[in-house]
Each structure stands twice: as structure tokens, then as C-alpha cells.
């Protein structure tokens, strides 16, 4: 059986949503936005361990989410660091046998389980796989002469779950941190390791400002009424 974990990276302060509160703990339709980050691969896999990297003082918060699913004992809890590279690194530390990990934006509560099992096979058998997105706007770069226009079929925007075998992923998060470590697969890119891209999805959102809000409620509100018509 190969294993499988998820570390869920929800230790931001999201100051861009103007809430008193952490955005991951925002309500959507009656539940927290982290809620639905964690259920999306609960479903998916039976055997999945969750790991979730939270802010001090939020630790209860994500006890509450925990307890609110069957078997939490397979959800653990850690602090966040004080950058993105040091909170998956404390995610890390609970990855105690091979297998696969993801790593996801904890906002990103709209992930579907068919990108989360097309992340599994393809990191199974390349290594990694990183879900991405063609732009669909022209896109300009700025240059010492004023601007240039690119070629967009060349620029991917990188969404979560990034996707892992544990032991390359536990390797090149040995190294020491570096500022052009912004995401997972920055790190492993480090080491020499071609990053390989999948198709994402325009709806896994990653939930930042207010109208985000809006369109997962939205979106939410569609894929319920989906469920509903197919039952």
C-alpha cells in the first residue's frame, strides 16, 4: 500500500481579505473555508493522512475542523513558520514512511477530487506533478525600455495540490532556505529535478480578497445543485 499524506498550508494572517479573523476560518455555506480543503481529500482516499500547518493560537480552530470528520486521529496539527518554506517543513516532520504528499493552499477549498487523483498518478509515476494554467490575457513585461509583450502560450499560472514522492520532497526540503523558494516545487527545482506540469482547474481558486469569497459561494452553490440533479 503506498501512503499518502496531504499537508494543507493554512498559517497565513490573510490580510488582503480586511478580516479580523485568518481567511482559512472564514465561513462558507456554514462552514470554515479550510473545512471544505480538508474534506476534498478525505474523499478522495480512505487511507490519506492530513496534516495541517495553522497559526498560533489557532491550534483549537483546526481541532474543531479535525473532530468534525470520522477518524481524526489521522489529521495532525503543527504551527506555521515564518515563511511558506519553513511551515511545509514542520508539515514534514510527520512523514514518517514513504509515499506521496501533497502539499495545498489551505484557501484553495474548491479543489475537485479529480485533480487531486490526477496529482496522485502523475507524481507516482514522474515524481511530481504541479497543476497549472494557460493564461487566457495577453501578458506584458516590464523591461528598462518600457514593456514587452510575451508569448503567453509560455506562462503557466502554478495552482495546488503540488505533488510529491516523499523522499524527493523530504530531500530538497533539507536544503537551507532560499528566497526564490516560493512554492514546492521551487524548492525541488533546486536540486536539479525537472518539474513536471498537469492541467489544473479555473475553479480551484485560491481565495485572497472578499470577491473570491463571493465566487466560491457561487461556484459551491453550482456543484451542490449538480450533486443534486445527478442523484
Given at each position: 500500500?503506498?501512503r499518502?499524506?496531504?499537508?494543507?498550508v493554512?498559517?497565513g494572517?490573510?490580510?488582503?481579505?480586511?478580516?479580523s479573523?485568518?481567511?482559512q476560518?472564514?465561513?462558507?455555506?456554514?462552514?470554515?473555508?479550510?473545512?471544505?480543503s480538508?474534506?476534498?481529500?478525505?474523499?478522495?482516499?480512505?487511507?490519506?493522512?492530513?496534516?495541517?500547518?495553522?497559526?498560533?493560537?489557532?491550534?483549537?480552530?483546526?481541532?474543531?475542523?479535525?473532530e468534525?470528520?470520522?477518524?481524526p486521529?489521522?489529521i495532525?496539527?503543527?504551527v506555521?513558520?515564518?515563511?511558506?518554506?519553513?511551515?511545509?517543513?514542520n508539515?514534514?516532520?510527520?512523514?514518517?514512511?514513504?509515499?506521496?504528499?501533497?502539499?495545498?493552499?489551505?484557501?484553495?477549498c474548491?479543489?475537485?477530487?479529480?485533480?487531486?487523483?490526477?496529482?496522485?498518478?502523475a507524481?507516482?509515476?514522474?515524481?511530481?506533478?504541479?497543476?497549472?494554467l494557460?493564461?487566457?490575457?495577453?501578458?506584458?513585461?516590464?523591461?528598462?525600455?518600457?514593456?514587452?509583450?510575451?508569448?503567453?502560450?509560455k506562462v503557466?499560472?502554478?495552482?495546488?495540490?503540488?505533488?510529491?514522492r516523499?523522499?524527493l520532497?523530504l530531500?530538497?526540503?533539507?536544503?537551507?532556505?532560499?528566497q526564490?523558494?516560493?512554492?514546492?516545487?521551487?524548492?525541488?527545482?533546486?536540486?536539479g529535478?525537472k518539474?513536471?506540469?498537469?492541467?489544473?482547474?479555473s475553479s480551484?481558486?485560491?481565495i485572497?480578497?472578499?470577491?473570491?469569497l463571493?465566487?466560491?459561494?457561487?461556484?459551491?452553490?453550482?456543484?451542490?445543485q449538480?450533486?443534486?440533479?445527478?442523484i
Open positions: 500500500m503506498i499518502k499524506y496531504a499537508i494543507i493554512a498559517a494572517s490573510g490580510i488582503r481579505m480586511g478580516s479573523i485568518p481567511k476560518f472564514l465561513p462558507l455555506r456554514g462552514k470554515p473555508l479550510l473545512w471544505y480538508v474534506r476534498a481529500f478525505l474523499d478522495v482516499f480512505e487511507d490519506i493522512e492530513v496534516i495541517l500547518v495553522l497559526p498560533e493560537g489557532y491550534m483549537q480552530d483546526g481541532r474543531q475542523i479535525a468534525s470528520f470520522p477518524g486521529e489521522r495532525y496539527l503543527t506555521g513558520g515564518k515563511t511558506r518554506f519553513h511551515s511545509v517543513k508539515g514534514l516532520a510527520f512523514i514518517k514512511q514513504p509515499g506521496v504528499v501533497f502539499v495545498h493552499d489551505g484557501v484553495r474548491l479543489v475537485s477530487g479529480d485533480l487531486i487523483y490526477r496529482c496522485y498518478a507524481a507516482l509515476d514522474l515524481g511530481n506533478a504541479v497543476p497549472a494557460s493564461l487566457s490575457d495577453s501578458i506584458r513585461i516590464e523591461t528598462t525600455e518600457g514593456s514587452a509583450l510575451m508569448d503567453r502560450e503557466k499560472i502554478i495552482q495546488t495540490p503540488q505533488s510529491f516523499s523522499e520532497l530531500r530538497a526540503f533539507d536544503q537551507d532556505y532560499q526564490s523558494f516560493t512554492d514546492e516545487s521551487s524548492v525541488v527545482e533546486k536540486l529535478i518539474i513536471h506540469l498537469i492541467e489544473g482547474e480551484n481558486i485560491k485572497t480578497i472578499p470577491t473570491d463571493m465566487i466560491a459561494e457561487k461556484l459551491l452553490e453550482s456543484r451542490e449538480a450533486n443534486k440533479t445527478r
